[in-house]
Each structure stands twice: as structure tokens, then as C-alpha cells.
């Protein structure tokens, strides 16, 4: 499936990744699950704690935006996607 992915904050400094700006993403999948785990299989290892907690879990504070709407938790992850959205992806910082 093709998608546009965009990373804001923390995520934009992913170096494997040219996904600061509005950038169509080829990945196998239809959720957003899917499309964080082929994110997280470019990654370099010590870039993955910007997505996983120390159980390898993706970080609850994950937010989703999709064509401009937030998704809220704990559907973000399930939530189907179709070709040609706009998903944009941000960590909660404190």
C-alpha cells in the first residue's frame, strides 16, 4: 500500500528516513501498526526507543493523524488505512 507519511518532533530525526516532509511510504499492510512496523524495520537499533518501550511495545505516547484527524488511543493502531492518506505521526513530549 502507498501512503504519505510525515514525522513531526523527535521522529523527524529518524536518519534512515526522509519523512519530515510530506513523503509517499511502499510498505505491505493496511493499519497503522503495520505501517509503524515497517518504520521501525529501517530504523537503526538505537533509534527505536523514539517508537518502543523497554518491552518493545510502541509507546502509548504515540500520535496519530490521519488527512488531519487525530486518532485517539487505543483504536490508533488498528485503524485502517487506504492508499494515498496523509499520516502523520508525533511522540507526546513532557
Same mark, same amino acid.
Given at each position: 500500500?502507498?501512503?504519505?507519511?510525515?514525522?513531526?518532533?523527535?521522529?523527524?530525526?529518524?536518519?534512515?528516513?526522509?519523512?519530515?516532509?510530506?513523503?509517499?511510504?511502499?510498505?505491505?499492510?493496511?493499519?497503522?501498526? !503495520?505501517?509503524?512496523? &515497517?518504520? =521501525?524495520?529501517?530504523?537503526?537499533?538505537? $533509534?527505536?526507543?523514539? #517508537?518502543?518501550?523497554?518491552?518493545?511495545?510502541?509507546?502509548?505516547?504515540?500520535?496519530?493523524?490521519?488527512?488531519?484527524?487525530?486518532?485517539?488511543?487505543? !483504536?490508533?493502531?488498528? &485503524?485502517? =488505512?487506504?492508499?494515498?492518506?496523509?499520516? $502523520?505521526?508525533?511522540? #507526546?513530549?513532557?
Amino acid at each position: 500500500m502507498k501512503i504519505r507519511l510525515k514525522l513531526h518532533g523527535m521522529l523527524g530525526f529518524i536518519s534512515s528516513s526522509k519523512y519530515g516532509k510530506d513523503t509517499e511510504v511502499d510498505f505491505m499492510g493496511n493499519t497503522v501498526e !503495520d505501517l509503524v512496523n &515497517h518504520l =521501525l524495520s529501517r530504523m537503526k537499533s538505537e $533509534e527505536k526507543c523514539l #517508537l518502543l518501550n523497554e518491552q518493545g511495545e510502541i509507546l502509548p505516547d504515540l500520535l496519530v493523524f490521519l488527512n488531519g484527524k487525530f486518532i485517539p488511543a487505543p !483504536d490508533q493502531l488498528s &485503524h485502517s =488505512l487506504a492508499t494515498s492518506d496523509l499520516v $502523520e505521526l508525533a511522540i #507526546l513530549s513532557e
